[in-house]
């Protein structure tokens, strides 16, 4: 069974850095395009990164774009979202998904993301 588990969420203080992990399981990351999404309060869930099957290419939102880096480990089955100068308005639930391709952007399709993760919490506040 196609399975994404996100982790790394929790409490941090604004100016300060998280990295979420994106396990995959009973499918092959690599064949996969990764995608990042939020919700934040009072907000849809937005697209806000987006890195492709061999990792040679990431694509970012423009709210977070410059602070936040996607990366994966195809030989691990992860993907992970590195984080820094979070804003509050960077709190929220984030998930991460797994494309019908390889390839993503931030603009992809919704109908194009197959497989997701529950979610882990983000909170940022002093």
């Known amino acids: 069974q196609p399975q994404l588990v996100e982790s790394g969420g929790g409490l941090v203080q604004p100016g300060g850095s998280l990295r979420l992990s994106c396990a995959a399981s009973g499918f092959k990351l690599v064949q996969h395009g990764i995608g990042w999404f939020r919700q934040t309060p009072g907000k849809e869930r937005e697209a806000i990164s987006c890195i492709v099957s061999t990792g040679a290419r990431a694509d970012y939102a423009e709210a977070v774009k410059g602070r936040f880096t996607v990366l994966r480990d195809n030989t691990r089955n992860l993907s992970y979202l590195q984080m820094n100068n979070l804003k509050s308005e960077d709190t929220g639930v984030y998930f991460c998904?797994?494309?019908?391709?390889?390839?993503?952007?931030?603009?992809?399709?919704?109908?194009?993301?197959?497989?997701w993760g529950q979610g882990t919490q983000v909170t940022v506040s002093s």
């Open positions: 998904a797994a494309a019908s391709q390889p390839f993503c952007t931030v603009k992809s399709d919704p109908t194009a993301w197959i497989y």
